[in-house]
């Protein structure tokens, strides 16, 4: 069974940062390598949305309004992606989750909670 665990998130106030990671889980290397990885977060009473994903062509997309504030990378040795996010601000609080694709699949963690209190 495909599961991606996401870990990392918490309580910053603005302008910090915070890390959030997200490992294939129960899965060896060669699969974890097949999935095009991405994060995407859902605040209360909005639709979820993408913040930055792998493409299969191998670069990076970012939602706008997150690019030059948030990093994403991987270390596959880990089988684990990563989402540095600086200058954080409270329009960034969210729910934020790790979507595996493969084929026509997508494959969701159950998501971290991100709060950016004033």
């Known amino acids: 069974q495909v599961q991606f665990v996401e870990s990392g998130g918490g309580l910053v106030q603005p302008g910090g940062s915070l890390r959030l990671s997200c490992v294939g889980s129960r899965m060896i290397l060669s699969v974890f390598t097949q999935y095009t990885m991405g994060w995407y977060r859902q605040a209360p009473g909005k639709q979820r949305e993408l913040v930055a994903t792998f493409t299969t062509g191998g670069s990076i997309h970012y939602a706008d309004d997150v690019k030059g504030r948030f990093t994403l990378s991987k270390n596959n040795s880990k089988k684990t992606i990563y989402l540095q996010m600086n200058n954080l601000n409270p329009e960034d609080t969210a729910v934020y989750y790790c979507?595996?694709?493969?084929?026509?699949?997508?494959?969701w963690g159950q998501g971290t909670q991100v709060t950016v209190y004033s």
């Open positions: 979507k595996g694709t493969t084929g026509d699949k997508d494959y």
